[in-house]
């Protein structure tokens, strides 16, 4: 049994709020968990206090066991410390382009390059 920390959606349509929780990785999104340890509200401001609530002993324990954050919680973990702050930077492999865009990229820019070596 694998360990996942992620988000479970509640709320209205078009009002998502989120709960954390440790859940097993093979059960449903929103369906049974083993336990609850935070919350996330989108539609608060991004300073506001509320828009994430964290119960870090519980997290610290779980990941003790060995629970692995998704990429978007494994964010909040990493800006409340509990864990290594992931780079944001990096393109996610999912978005990233496939091998046909990217020759068709190599294409144009050799192509630019060379245009602006001639008119030079």
């Known amino acids: 049994m694998s360990l996942k920390i992620r988000l479970a959606r509640g709320g209205a349509k078009k009002r998502p709020f989120y709960s954390i929780v440790i859940a097993d990785s093979r059960s449903p999104r929103d369906g049974r968990f083993i336990e609850k340890v935070g919350t996330y509200n ?46 944001y930077n990096e393109t996610p492999k999912k978005s990233a382009p496939k ?19 001639a008119g030079e």
């Open 42 to 87: 989108p539609m608060l401001a991004k300073d506001h206090p509320e828009r994430i609530t964290l119960k870090s002993e519980r997290l610290k324990h779980w990941i003790g066991v060995g629970a692995v954050a998704t990429d978007r919680v494994a964010r909040f973990l990493g800006d409340a410390g509990l864990v290594a702050k992931p780079s």
């Open 99 to 117: 091998a046909k865009a990217q020759e068709r990229a190599k294409i144009e820019a050799d192509r630019a390059a060379a245009a602006a070596e």
